[in-house]
């Protein structure tokens, strides 16, 4: 059973840091293509990064150069570690399994993420 969870969530200062952490388990981790979302209030789900099995990444236009994704194959985790943080940055932040190579997406529950002084 394919189980993803995140944590690491909760309030963080304008400018401060956080790094978010997807624990994986029931399937073969290290060969699959990982991501982050985020969805804030009243907003639709976007496309915070990508890790790919190799370790290359990709990121949404508004957390280039502040948000990096990162991979531990030996732990089964992934992380984001998010700076210069913004009140925008406010979001739920979601770990997402991609179907690469092969299968079904899943869904992590979700972590809040508040930016506020």
């Known amino acids: 059973q394919v189980q993803l969870g995140e944590s690491g969530g909760g309030l963080v200062q304008p400018g401060g840091s956080v790094t978010l952490s997807c624990a994986a388990a029931?399937?073969?981790?290290?060969?699959?293509?990982m991501s982050w979302y985020r969805q804030a209030p009243g907003k639709e789900r976007e496309l915070v990064a990508t890790?790919?099995?190799?370790?290359?990444?990709n990121y949404g236009d508004s957390v280039k150069g502040r948000f990096s994704i990162s991979r531990d194959n030996a732990k089964n985790t992934v992380y984001l570690q998010m700076n210069s943080m913004k009140p925008e940055d406010t979001a739920v932040y979601y770990c997402?399994?991609?179907?690469?190579?092969?299968?079904?997406?899943?869904w992590g529950k979700g972590t809040p993420v508040t930016v506020s002084s």
């Open positions: 997402y399994r991609t179907p690469r190579p092969y299968g079904m997406t899943y």
């Open positions: 029931g399937f073969t981790f290290s060969i699959y293509v």
């Open positions: 890790v790919f099995t190799a370790g290359t990444t």
